[in-house]
């Protein structure tokens, strides 16, 4: 007859590792290690076929097979020396599922299975331990009355807490054996009632029940649902493992413990871990009992320990990576519970890969492929010191929006900032930023704004800066200088002054001043891991975003292969340009206008010249004016308050009025109405669709005109000082090939010009971002003549979708919840959607220039699986902010690991 | 040897209308009246292909061509009996371009060729008035300087300018003979100088030269544009055309005169026209004499009149259409100078084409083919009388949105509207309008607004009333209760109550009140020809944009068959409903928003019923809630300033503040910052891009579900009363299958719930709009759920182009002017880029729904070209507002019959 049942332990096992069509997941992992000599508690496992005919004969497993299960528990009670229902030496077995499939927590599991009046007295009497032993009988009872006989758990509960309230005792821990046992019999009378049969005495059919329950749950709803949310075939059905309980209280020859092959916190080759003798699995991490560190055992039971380590090694041979394992040492003999490829930190992820990879356990690539990507963050920014930290109250929790630690004391405006950094670290709170902050979130270690979502103004500013940013805080209630939130029933007032500290990663806002660690990213070991990753990733580019000669520095320190973004505008609101700026904007005709773009001309020239010396020979990527000009003028809102104010201010409110808009106070009342007729002339209903972008350059071609000269002038003059200047002019905002067109022309006249006047040329190339669905679909008129695409997948990702970044917090919680999107569509490209967009746009762009570079800017260029996304649909290269620029390093050399296709890059 | 030289008049010709490729089309068009036995003044055309000789032959003309073309003129000299160049009876001829296509005023014309100072004074003799002569010739030296000896025209003007300040005379036609003989010598004198050559005074000469300048003015740089633009190859040149001038102020034997052969205004069949003894063409229409109806050239020369009215009869039937002619009688003789098919109004056109048919001048397809469907307009809206129009002072100019004629005194608010309506027309005046504006829009008789494009909340909303409105007219300054204009130098100040008159065809605005003259849209004309229409259009179906009862029965007068979209948050407006709708936003929780939504669902309920009873036996497209919320509720900015003024308001501020927000006075200071706080938590960037369509929903369900609740108990109800009730319920602004399914699930549901209660089913659809790129792009799984969709084209466009329609003014006068869109997008259909969205989510859609209904219910729906767009691409309807249908029935009809491929319809 076929065989159904695989019997595993002793060193031996009827399956194997690749058997898990058959046998499930965990039914191969344990055939596995029994396989490779690894000591586990002996059992066997009934396998997937069996449940399949289970449910095709009515809920009834064959004879036959019942047969061989019965056999199968012959050999474990024989191979581990106990037998099921024995009161003097009783055998317990847990019944587990296990699909070929990971269906984590979806199906049932019963524990303690072989427990009745006789076998728990005997427990009892041989752990010496009786509230132990009835405690386990109570606990096998309600989950087998739950899982086998379907007896609603609240009636367990109801029993329990009735009994408790009797005891009148708080915690579970305080009820005694004697209260144990008048529980069990209200859990038996509970069961007789429900049933109308008595709770099975028979260990046997305990068995034959539970397996079957085990099956049954294959249907539970939220089993079925999790198997059409991950398309688990409805058929393939789950496996039933029984293994024998093992227990390490059963004196001083017994102990129990759990440890790491290397240490998961730094990486570092030591065998690490702890354990306690005469201990239960969950008294290690308790906490009720100190546990000593795993090197004592080699004192305490030299045997077991030696064994452990032999084990522990070749089993992180076996599985080539650092192992997480459970062991529990039952009268002198060893059982390995668990082994798994255990959790490390991000150094201590790069420090192992490394090593492992010079030990010769794996392959470099491999060591490449260890490392998640985001991982990385924790050696790019400061960290919490966990102690410290945890002596601070949590007050909120806001998104995630710029990794890293960041402690300081709160300011509520930019100028604020600025005065209060002047005597030490600041954290800067609004309830949003807009550009005018920029010069207070430069002098400011961490960001924190009530509203926006991870793609607002703060969130791509301060990852820019590498500065850790919480956004969206929506239970700060902001008012002048102070913030309040309701916290523990309570409600805390934050003042100006008052330390904070931010938690970029988890988002979490901490009252007071924790330490952090500075992160160390040159360390020897980070540094090879990179080298790799780039020898992996070839070709393909990974650049960075940054507006400033100081960022670009950075980039090139994190290794980027140019600037692939240059945000002009970003220069435009400095202190010494913004009236330059707002003059130009205020002009009311060209010939004004003109004057003000003469002066910011130099400024901007000084700006290039320092980006170009920075990439000398790495390609600048310099994008046009891109915002609506209005976000360069005082706001329409505050304009209309002050002016509805202006009549009954005092001088205080006056002198402000006048700062703020750098207005005499004197001309406030001519001058206010009229600033606020041009913000009105320029207010928009949706700014993100409104008048910006190339819209800008075409209706005023004099700002194109005069960027291309700064361009190219500053080109130019670096050029002739021996520096390879790589300049690519780019269009943002395009809708099709005209409006490209248009601003080419000035461009190409420009450099003309500039080049004539000069007598010598550079090579640059114009190009376009894609980020809006016309531009995409149009892409093969674009490409004619545009030289390279450049993916803004901010833009593209708001025009797709119908989506703005700025308003998606208000209902991206119940999205989120739905699983209407898989993903944050602002943090990963919406592969599905934008993505289909992209793919059609390289499409097009390459069929009328095959040749044409492809590369993608928005933020998504930083996020890992939106860089294995790039690499696969053929782009060239990814621009990320430069804190960010080692993730996408990485993510593109797994891409190209991983990629079995032939690649489309062209270029 | 080839000809290449045609020669026609006479009643023959050597070419014919078919030769375009060789005569171009105004050669084309000579020889084909002259082959007709019209009688055209004679002459010759020279072939398109010897343009093309003279470029290759280095911009001559060989001899063996110039020989046929004095064989020509020889011929057109016998026929005509005058000779070039012969003083005592000169031949005048004009040359002029003419390619295979046309390129109206692209290239040069010269005119009165032949002139030289013996023909000049032969022809003042024979005419006996030698003003005419010398104004003649010095017009000859001006046309044939600038075109043929490149002189600067400016440099005439200066001689022509200084002449007539030394004359000191303001007007050209008080210039005496005398100072025309003193100009003819200066320009001479100038010629002299800038060619260092006499003005050739031998005919031929000017023949030759005359002819190779219009054949270089082929490369002139508007035309090369104008080739590029409408993708004309360079290389076809053009032909020169040479033809007798013939003059009708000869003395009393000469007459000219213009005309039509059917009235151009009413359509009627009567000869039409007027005409001059002894004048010249422009005299007719310059206004100096009073011309005679052509009825009395019957008495003044009745030969001419005989052969006038046989020669315009057959031209009418040769060309099969309406023709307005030109004519001259030179001395005895008539001249046809030209007949085109005239321009007619929208009266006329449907009258006419329906009058042909019946006559069998022309089919019934091609009569439905003769009128354009916006010609329409006129029928269905009130015109302006045009002599009282004259009187008025145009004072502003805007964008039209929606067309007719409006008068009635100006309201600034929608309440001031509704007062003063009370006692007569008005119009509303409003910056922008928002849907709290609709009781006022609603008793005006026309809209006003200074901001907002042609798809604004003020254009959408008065094209759904059928009311005449101009948006964007940006030159006005409306402060309260009054606007003014700069125009003409002053300064106009409009009041309340004084009387304005809109041109919602034209956009512009007057001063005063005009005379309207109201349509007939029932009259048999156009009753027969949509008719007509209707039997062409097939199974294309038109639908109408309607949201009340009433709008559903003007719709079914329109012949709309069913609604395709009912905006259901236009029902929320309304004075009793407005408190329920904020009650329900501003609600904490669910059960108050779920008591507040109880209140609205009877009222719902009654619409819908009255919308089913409407379109007994026709779908309607019901829309679930769209907006965002904050549209329900006062504007955030009024909010901040009342609430920065409220420290210092008077009492009638606060009553003010009182009515505006509905709280009591008392409560102000209480309530109005908690308002404040709700809309400040509901404020969005982007709205557009917000939490608005399935988005609200999803995150409220017991809207959708109240709306379908109240969708089905209407439609149960009144189909137990008999009506044939078909429900469409549309799901707005998804991006993708799962949004939609939600949706769908719970709209299922209630449903089945409503059925199961009233004991009795209705059949339903749910369908989505289409309306995001990502829908588009993943329509193939939005159709396995979805039974229809409906593509809503304002949306679509604005995330497609990244546009917002109502910021796109800003930019769209430069856009437009440098033909960066072909048309505007929120007008027409972008074909080019918004199309491939469509056509992309028709293919995916019908790709796993064949039978999948789609239609579009945008704005476009109502625009012919459009209408012909959804037509060809393979939808199933279009819906557009009520008093658009007749046009899209007509525009669909007209695509219908020029449908020659198969159709993608497959419903």
């Known amino acids: 007859m076929k065989t159904y049942v695989y019997s595993f332990g002793g060193g031996t096992s009827d399956g194997d590792g690749k058997m898990k069509d058959i046998l499930g997941g965990k039914g191969a992992g344990l055939a596995e290690m029994s396989r490779a000599g690894v000591p586990v508690p002996p059992g066997f496992t009934i396998s997937t076929e069996v449940c399949t005919i289970y449910f095709q004969n009515n809920n009834r497993v064959p004879d036959e097979i019942n047969q061989q299960v019965l056999a199968a528990l012959g050999k474990l009670e024989a191979r581990i020396g106990k037998k099921l229902g024995d009161p003097a030496n009783p055998l317990l077995v847990s019944v587990r599922s296990g699909a070929r499939f990971s269906m984590p927590g979806m199906m049932n599991t019963i524990l303690n299975l072989g427990l009745n009046d006789a076998t728990t007295a005997g427990l009892a009497a041989l752990t010496n331990n009786p509230r132990f032993a009835y405690d386990s009988y109570r606990r096998f009872i309600q989950m087998f009355g739950e899982v086998a006989l379907d007896i609603d758990m609240e009636k367990f509960d109801h029993i329990f807490d009735s009994r408790k309230a009797k005891a009148k005792v708080e915690l579970d821990t305080d009820l005694t054996a004697k209260d144990l046992q008048a529980i069990i019999e209200d859990y038996k009378k509970l069961v007789q009632k429900e049933t109308k049969k008595p709770f099975p005495q028979d260990a046997t059919t305990q068995l034959v029940m539970a397996r079957d329950a085990v099956f049954r749950s294959w249907w539970n709803p939220k089993a079925a649902y999790y198997r059409k949310m991950e398309k688990i075939p409805d058929e393939i059905g789950t496996a039933a493992n029984v293994q024998a309980m093992v227990f ?164 509520f405006s930019a100028d604020d900032a600025v005065e209060l950094a002047k005597g030490g670290p600041v954290i800067l709170v609004r309830k949003e930023t807009t550009p005018d902050d920029i010069h207070g979130m430069d002098v400011s270690k961490g960001i924190l ?106 980039a090139r320190l994190f290794g980027a292969e140019g600037i ?56 600048v990527v310099i994008r046009t004016l891109d915002p609506p000009l209005h976000e360069f003028l005082p706001k329409r809102e505050d304009l209309m308050v002050d002016l509805a104010r202006l009549p009954h201010a005092d001088a205080k409110l006056k002198k402000e009025m006048s700062e703020k808009y750098r207005i005499k106070v004197g001309e406030l009342k001519k001058s206010l109405p009229v600033l606020l007729h041009r913000v009105e002339e320029l207010h928009e209903f949706n700014p993100m669709l409104g008048h910006r972008g190339c819209r800008l350059g075409i209706t005023y071609p004099e700002i194109t005109e005069m960027q291309a000269r700064a361009i190219f002038e500053a080109a130019v003059q670096v050029a002739k000082k021996g520096v390879k200047v790589i300049p690519e002019v780019m269009i943002p905002l395009i809708g099709g090939s005209k409006e490209f067109e248009h601003q080419k022309a000035i461009v190409d006249q420009v450099a003309k010009d500039v080049f004539a006047k000069a007598g010598t040329k550079v090579h640059y190339m114009v190009g376009t971002m894609i980020e809006i669905p016309r531009a995409a679909v149009t892409a093969d008129e674009v490409a004619k003549q545009a030289e390279f695409f450049s993916f803004g997948t901010n833009d593209l990702t708001q025009t797709t979708m119908g989506l703005s970044r700025d308003d998606y917090t208000k209902f991206s919680k119940q999205y989120e919840d739905l699983k209407i999107f898989k993903a944050d569509p602002f943090a990963s490209i919406d592969q599905e959607g934008v993505g289909k967009i992209i793919e059609m746009a390289i499409q097009l762009g390459r069929s009328t220039r095959p040749d044409i570079e492809i590369g993608i800017c928005g933020e998504h260029g930083g996020d890992p699986s939106s860089v294995e996304y790039c690499y696969r649909v053929g782009m060239n290269y990814v621009s990320c902010s430069p804190y960010r620029v080692p993730i996408a390093r990485l993510a593109a050399a797994q891409a190209a690991i991983s990629d079995k296709s032939e690649s489309m890059r062209t270029a």
Chains 1, 2 share one sequence.
């Open 248 to 411: 390490g209280n059963l004196g001083d020859t017994s102990a129990t413990g759990v440890g790491f092959t290397r240490d998961p916190g730094s990486g570092e080759k030591v065998f690490y871990g702890e354990f306690l003798v005469n201990a239960q699995g969950e008294d290690v991490v308790a906490g009720i009992r100190t546990p000593l560190p795993i090197s004592e055992l080699e004192n305490v039971m030299p045997a077991s320990y030696k064994q452990l380590r032999e084990i522990t090694t070749s089993l992180e041979n076996h599985y080539r990576d650092m192992q997480d394992f459970e062991f529990t040492i039952e009268e002198g003999t060893l059982y390995m519970l668990q082994t798994r490829n255990g959790k490390r930190t991000g150094p201590a992820a790069v420090r192992a890969a490394v090593e492992m990879a010079e030990e010769g356990l794996i392959t470099k690539k491999e060591a490449v492929l260890r490392v998640a990507p985001q991982q990385l963050d924790q050696l790019l920014h400061p960290v919490f010191d966990g102690p410290s930290l945890k002596k601070l109250q949590l007050i909120a929790n806001g998104i995630a929006a710029s990794p890293g630690a960041a402690v300081g004391r709160a300011a």
């Open 449 to 554: 704004t009530a509203v926006g979502g991870k793609s607002s103004h703060a969130a791509v500013v301060a990852r820019g800066m590498g500065r850790p940013c919480i956004v969206g805080a929506g239970a700060m209630n902001i008012a002048a200088k102070q913030f309040t939130v309701a916290s523990g029933g309570k409600t805390i007032t934050v003042k100006e002054g008052e330390w904070i500290s931010l938690d970029g990663t988890t988002a979490n806002v901490y009252l007071g001043k924790a330490q952090t660690n500075e992160p160390d990213p040159n360390s020897s070991y980070f540094g090879k891991l990179m080298k790799w990753a780039d020898e992996f990733r070839g070709s393909f580019g990974v650049r960075a975003n940054a507006d400033i000669p100081r960022d670009a520095k950075a």
């Open 564 to 619: 692939g973004l240059c945000r002009t505008e970003h220069m435009f609101f400095a202190e010494d340009r913004i009236p330059h700026v707002q003059a130009m904007i205020l002009a009311s005709d060209e010939k004004t206008r003109k004057k003000a773009l003469q002066k910011l001309l130099p400024m901007q020239r000084a700006d290039f010249a320092g980006l170009f010396k920075a990439m000398d020979g790495f390609p």
